[in-house]
Structure formats: structure tokens, C-alpha cells
């Protein structure tokens, strides 16, 4: 399905991010909405088919629905940036600063927040009736997921802080996979099966995902989540957001910028 070696894919992982520092504030804050916004939909997809079910892998498998749709139409995640942009600054192109990647990520972040929050209160509005009953099992299995993802944390503290932050790590390992799985191929359903493998592992493997959990936190604490707006990004948001940008870049990014852009010397045949 026309696989492209990574010499040439990794050049590409490098020209994207480049893009992604020049784009402009208008187009970068939509693009992150829209994908923030989609991946929120996936979620509470996954969730009602693993509800529904009684199989969190069933809802897992089909979860990366939503990461290819968004991945399809170009929109970006904060997950995707902390990967891409970095590598752009270390290539030394022309114009890239540390400043326009910190300016990136931040349009990223509020983007991501603001699609994910939109579809957060649009769910909860449509599980409760325009919030006139209870929100059902699906709305009380988000708002567990809240309760147990932040106070389940809190009560091992710094060694749960520690492991939200590994969990991050984790999951931006396999969902940084993912976007690079979009440049390995040059037909949709390459790119499709490319990038749902390592997404479905992530999902599967409940590891934390900083866009997702944008979606799911202030969902939970529409319908009942027992937890505050500082509990949630004490105890998950920000750990898992710096877990997913060393995961991202440290498992991903720079191993294969290392060795497919900025190769060590070829070993001399005597």
C-alpha cells in the first residue's frame, strides 16, 4: 500500500512540523478544535460500546475511529505537535524558535480544550434531557472514570503523581505511532491500518491521553464526578500532558530523527 521508507517519512515528520510553527493563529486554533472536538466523540463512543457490551476491548478497538478521521482532515492534536515541532527547531530550519514552538503548543492546548469541552457539555446535555434527569450509565461511567483517574491518584501521592506521569509517557509513545503512521503511506487505507494499531493499544491499555482527558474530566464533573477543576489538573491533566510530551518525543520523535535524518557515521568495511 505504496509504504514509504522511513528516510523519507521522517523527512516528512520534520517539513510538518516546520508547517505547523508558520501556520497561522486563525488556522491552527480551528484545526485544534476540530480534532479535540472528534477524538471527544470517539471517546464517548468507545465508552458506550464498552458500556453496552460489557467489553472495555471492544470499545477499545474501535476508538481509533475518531483518531483517523481527524488525522484524515489534517486537524491536529497536542499529542501530534509535542512530537512534530521539536524536531523542526533541532533540524535548525530556517525561522523555527523555541518561542514558535511554545506558541504552537499553546494555540494546540486551548484548541484541543475548547473542542473537547464543546462536545463534553453537549453529551451531558444529551444524557440528561437538557440536564432534567440522571445522565444514565454511560454518563455515570464518566463521571467514575473522573473520580477514580484524579482522587485515585491523589491518595498515593507522589508516586501516583509519578504514575499518571508514566502513563502519559506510555501513551504518547503509541499515539505519536499513530501520527507518524499517517506519513508512512500514501493510500487512505494504509494510513488507516497504520495508525489504528498503535492507538487501540494505547486505548486498550487505559494509558493517559492529555486531549482525551479534556473530554472526559470536565464530562464527568457535568454529570456527578466527585472531584474539583484543581484535582483535575493536579492529579491529571498537567502530569499527564508533560508524560505525553517526553513520552511523544523521547520514544518516538528523536529516535527516528537520530537515526534516519541525523545518521551516526556508516560502519568502515576493511
Same mark, same amino acid.
Given at each position: 500500500?505504496?509504504?514509504?521508507?522511513?528516510?523519507?517519512?521522517?523527512?516528512?515528520?520534520?517539513?510538518?512540523?516546520?508547517?505547523?510553527?508558520?501556520?497561522?493563529?486563525?488556522?491552527?486554533?480551528?484545526?485544534?478544535?476540530?480534532?479535540?472536538?472528534?477524538?471527544?466523540?470517539?471517546? %464517548? @463512543? &468507545?465508552?458506550?460500546? +464498552?458500556?453496552?457490551?460489557?467489553?472495555?476491548?471492544?470499545? $477499545?478497538?474501535? #476508538?481509533?475511529? !475518531? *483518531?483517523?478521521?481527524?488525522?484524515?482532515?489534517?486537524?491536529?492534536?497536542?499529542?501530534?505537535?509535542?512530537?512534530?515541532?521539536?524536531?523542526?527547531?533541532?533540524?535548525?530550519?530556517?525561522?523555527?524558535?523555541?518561542?514558535?514552538?511554545?506558541?504552537?503548543?499553546?494555540? %494546540? @492546548? &486551548?484548541?484541543?480544550? +475548547?473542542?473537547?469541552?464543546?462536545?463534553?457539555?453537549?453529551? $451531558?446535555?444529551? #444524557?440528561?434531557? !437538557? *440536564?432534567?434527569?440522571?445522565?444514565?450509565?454511560?454518563?455515570?461511567?464518566?463521571?467514575?472514570?473522573?473520580?477514580?483517574?484524579?482522587?485515585?491518584?491523589?491518595?498515593?501521592?507522589?508516586?501516583?503523581?509519578?504514575?499518571?506521569?508514566?502513563?502519559?509517557?506510555?501513551?504518547?509513545?503509541?499515539?505519536?505511532?499513530?501520527?507518524?503512521?499517517?506519513?508512512?503511506?500514501?493510500?487512505?487505507?494504509?494510513?488507516?491500518?497504520?495508525?489504528?494499531?498503535?492507538?487501540?493499544?494505547?486505548?486498550?491499555?487505559?494509558?493517559?491521553?492529555?486531549?482525551?482527558?479534556?473530554?472526559?474530566?470536565?464530562?464527568?464533573?457535568?454529570?456527578?464526578?466527585?472531584?474539583?477543576?484543581?484535582?483535575?489538573?493536579?492529579?491529571?491533566?498537567?502530569?499527564?500532558?508533560?508524560?505525553?510530551?517526553?513520552?511523544?518525543?523521547?520514544?518516538?520523535?528523536?529516535?527516528?530523527?537520530?537515526?534516519?535524518?541525523?545518521?551516526?557515521?556508516?560502519?568502515?568495511?576493511?
Amino acid at each position: 500500500m505504496a509504504y514509504l521508507m522511513p528516510s523519507e517519512f521522517v523527512t516528512k515528520m520534520v517539513d510538518a512540523g516546520e508547517s505547523k510553527i508558520f501556520m497561522s493563529t486563525r488556522d491552527t486554533l480551528i484545526r485544534a478544535y476540530m480534532a479535540g472536538a472528534i477524538l471527544a466523540l470517539a471517546a %464517548v @463512543f &468507545a465508552i458506550t460500546i +464498552a458500556v453496552q457490551t460489557g467489553s472495555p476491548l471492544i470499545g $477499545a478497538i474501535l #476508538f481509533p475511529v !475518531g *483518531f483517523s478521521m481527524l488525522y484524515l482532515m489534517g486537524f491536529d492534536l497536542l499529542t501530534g505537535v509535542f512530537v512534530l515541532t521539536p524536531l523542526a527547531l533541532l533540524d535548525k530550519r530556517p525561522g523555527v524558535t523555541m518561542g514558535g514552538v511554545l506558541r504552537n503548543w499553546g494555540l %494546540v @492546548f &486551548a484548541g484541543n480544550f +475548547a473542542g473537547a469541552l464543546t462536545v463534553a457539555v453537549m453529551m $451531558a446535555f444529551v #444524557f440528561t434531557y !437538557g *440536564f432534567s434527569t440522571d445522565p444514565g450509565v454511560v454518563g455515570a461511567k464518566i463521571a467514575g472514570i473522573g473520580e477514580a483517574r484524579t482522587l485515585g491518584y491523589e491518595k498515593y501521592g507522589l508516586a501516583g503523581w509519578m504514575t499518571i506521569f508514566l502513563r502519559g509517557m506510555l501513551c504518547n509513545w503509541m499515539v505519536s505511532m499513530g501520527v507518524v503512521g499517517a506519513m508512512i503511506s500514501t493510500s487512505v487505507s494504509g494510513k488507516v491500518i497504520a495508525m489504528w494499531m498503535p492507538i487501540m493499544l494505547f486505548f486498550a491499555m487505559a494509558f493517559e491521553h492529555s486531549v482525551v482527558n479534556m473530554f472526559l474530566f470536565p464530562s464527568a464533573m457535568i454529570m456527578g464526578g466527585n472531584f474539583s477543576i484543581a484535582d483535575y489538573f493536579i492529579w491529571n491533566e498537567i502530569p499527564t500532558a508533560l508524560g505525553n510530551l517526553v513520552g511523544g518525543l523521547a520514544f518516538t520523535g528523536l529516535t527516528l530523527y537520530s537515526t534516519h535524518v541525523r545518521t551516526a557515521p556508516k560502519r568502515s568495511v576493511a
